[in-house]
Structure formats: structure tokens, C-alpha cells
């Protein structure tokens, strides 16, 4: 079992940034593919960024593309999520999900994800 726990979230005025972190436990963190995602009110929950089980490899949604940059650390066990010239439609629940399959290629699917945090907020105001 994981547990993930994020925490960074908060307002922000269009066009700062905010820092969003998922600390993990367990061993096995490594082994996993780790990714943000988010849900704004009303809207579905939709992929933002992923990493792989090495940081070899990222994946981003194109809305966040070039502004946000997602990291991780295998020693501390988290994974980063750094959002820069934030905008008011990224206003939503960001969660933290992991991955234990170890395949790269379905990041953006929901459904491939075994374990979830319980999400964080962050307001971007105009």
C-alpha cells in the first residue's frame, strides 16, 4: 500500500507561481510512474504531467506545456510539480497519483493509476 500526501497548494494572482509536492511512502517508489493530475468544479479530472520511475522521461499536457515542470526525488520519495505563469483556467484540485505497472505510455489515462492523493487546491485569480 502507498499513501501519498500533497501539499503546496494556495491563491495565487495570474501569471506567479506556486511549487506542488506529493510525498510518497513506502519502498517501492521508485518502481513507480508518478503524475499530477486536476479537477477543476464541474469539469472531469484531467492529466497535467508525469514522470517516469527514473525521471528519464516526462509527459505533459498540452495546456501546461512550458510552464509547468514536473520532478522527482527516488531518495526523498516525492515528486515536484512547479507551475509557472499560472493562469486562472489552472484553478482546480491538483491530486498526485502513482502508477506501480512500470509502463510508459499510459500516462494519461486515469484508470492506470493505483494509488491517489488526496489533492490540494490552488487558486489562480485574475
Known amino acids: 500500500q502507498v499513501q501519498l500526501v500533497e501539499s503546496g497548494g494556495g491563491l495565487v494572482q495570474a501569471g506567479g507561481s506556486l511549487s506542488l509536492s506529493c510525498a510518497a511512502s513506502?519502498?517501492?517508489?521508485?518502481?513507480?510512474?508518478m503524475a499530477w493530475f486536476r479537477q477543476a468544479p464541474g469539469k472531469e479530472r484531467e492529466f497535467v504531467a508525469a514522470?517516469?520511475?527514473?525521471?528519464?522521461?516526462?509527459d505533459y499536457a498540452v495546456s501546461v506545456k512550458g510552464r509547468f515542470t514536473i520532478s522527482r526525488d527516488n531518495v526523498k520519495n516525492t515528486v515536484s510539480l512547479q507551475m509557472n505563469s499560472l493562469k486562472p483556467e489552472d484553478t482546480a484540485v491538483y491530486y498526485c497519483?502513482?502508477?506501480?505497472?512500470?509502463?510508459?505510455?499510459?500516462?494519461?489515462?486515469?484508470?492506470?493509476?493505483?494509488?491517489w492523493g488526496q489533492g490540494t487546491q490552488v487558486t489562480v485569480s485574475s
Open positions: 497519483a502513482a502508477d506501480a505497472s512500470r509502463t510508459w505510455g499510459t500516462t494519461r489515462f486515469s484508470y492506470v493509476y493505483d494509488y
Open positions: 513506502g519502498r517501492t517508489f521508485r518502481n513507480y510512474v
Open positions: 514522470i517516469s520511475w527514473g525521471g528519464g522521461s516526462t
